[in-house]
Structure formats: C-alpha cells, structure tokens
C-alpha cells in the first residue's frame, strides 16, 4: 500500500484558476501519477482550465464543459468519460456557489431563489453527480469521492450564511451518500479546509479579517495552502484511507478546535 496513483483516473471538477483548491488537488494527484480529467462551469473557464491542464505532465489531457445545474449535461459529461475511459477511480467535487449580496449581513434576508441556488450548486450537485457515476457503473472498481466543506456549516461563521446551511447540508450528504455507496466499496469524505485565497472568495467582504484570525487563533498559527489540501485529497484517494468513509477531515491548522 502507497500512496502512488499510477495507473488511477480522476475526474477533478471546480478548477477556476491556479489558486482554486482544485488545482491544488490536481497537483497532488499528478504528481503522484494519476491521469486527471477536467470539467469547467460555463465557456469561461474553459481557456483557464486548459491552459492549466496542458501545464500538468499527462499523456492527454481531458477537458470537459460540465453544467452541474442541469442532469442532463451531467449525465452527457460522464458518459462521455466513460465512452472515453471505460472507469474511473476518484472525483474532487470543488464547486460551489451563493449570490454575493447574500453573503453579507444577515442570513435572515436570504431569498428562497438564492437559498435554492446555492443548494442546488453546493450541496445537491454531489449528489446528481454520485447518482450518474453509480448509474453508469462508473467506478466499478470501487473509487472515492472527496467534496470541499467549511467549518461555517458546523456552526456560526459571519457572514459565510446561506452557504453555511448548504455546506450542512453537503455534510449531509456526504453521510448518506457513503452508506448508499459503501457497498460498491465507493467512499464519500469531505475536506474542511480553513480559509484560502482563492477566485469564489475574492471580493467576499471580512475574508482578510478571517485570514487574520486564523493565523492568530490556530494552533499552527498560520493559514494552510492549497498544497496541504491538495495532499490530504491525495490521501483520500489512495489506498491509504481504504478504511475511512463518511468522514470530514479538518485541514484548517486546527482552528475549529479552537474556542
Ligand atoms: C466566512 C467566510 C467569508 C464570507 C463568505 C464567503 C463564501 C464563499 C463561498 C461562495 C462559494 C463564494 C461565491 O459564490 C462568490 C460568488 O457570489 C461570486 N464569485 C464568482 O462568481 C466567482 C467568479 C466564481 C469563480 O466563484 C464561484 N463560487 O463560482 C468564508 C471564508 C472565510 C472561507 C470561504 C471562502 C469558504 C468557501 O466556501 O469558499
């Protein structure tokens, strides 16, 4: 048992740009020796994401666009990987999404279209996305599946608000998901990751004051990178953590054991 991924496929979706914590876990997973497959959000992205993708040392490397709003892109995607690689071993579900203005001030004044908005891009889009690769019987060697959470849905963060009751309910989620899929001896984590510069957090009004925070309370007193992220996703991956479903692993420098 190591923690080598050779010979493993992975599809990595939520890769924005070189700071998003999914191109963190990409890096990990390359250079462990996984064959990576991207999907994007909207034509945007795309010229970012494969620039990024060419830049990692694949043989090929697959792009793909991936509206998770809508089933039958999903289900179009993935069974375009399968036509593509027959299985796959792993995803990374980095993506999420609330309105801005509602990220801000009281959580009382969330909208029910931006309260199922961000549901619907947070938290149900692991599940649309879990139900296809099981439909497809796309891990049928068994495979692991690792979302991006944060502490906000365990209790009350300022300001973080509708997406806190979505990370929730992805945390959720993730307990449900595990028990419906340990049988096809698929695993479903979470990783908590303490607060990154990343694109979705630019612009987020109090993001600096929550870095300082952090760096102050934690017990690493410092903030933790994409990198340590990217590793423990890694882990998650490998065989390594074959016994381990179910579970959110905190890599926050240890700040949600503080106060
Ligand atoms: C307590 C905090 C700070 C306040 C809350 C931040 C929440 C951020 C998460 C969401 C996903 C950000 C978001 O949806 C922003 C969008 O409204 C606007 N941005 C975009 O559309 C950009 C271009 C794209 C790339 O973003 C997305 N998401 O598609 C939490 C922080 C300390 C920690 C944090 C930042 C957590 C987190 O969940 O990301």
Redesign the pocket.
Known sequence: MNLSLEGKTYVIMGV?NKRSIAWGISQSLSKAGATLIFTYAGERMEKNVRQLADSLDQEETMVLPCDITDDNEIEKTFQDIKDKVGHIDGLAHCI?????EE?DGDYLNTTRDGFMLAHSI?SYSLTAVAKVIRELDLMKEGGSIVTMT?L?GERI????NV?GVAKASLDASVQYLANDLGKDSIRVNAISAG?IR?????G?G??ND?LQEMEEKAPLNRLVTQEEVGDTALFLMSDLARGITGETIHVDAGYNKVG
């Open positions: 924005a999420a999404f609330a309105n801005k990220l947070s944060y906000g963060v300022k300001n973080y997406m607060p990343t694109l979705s957090a630019k987020i109090g993001f929550v």
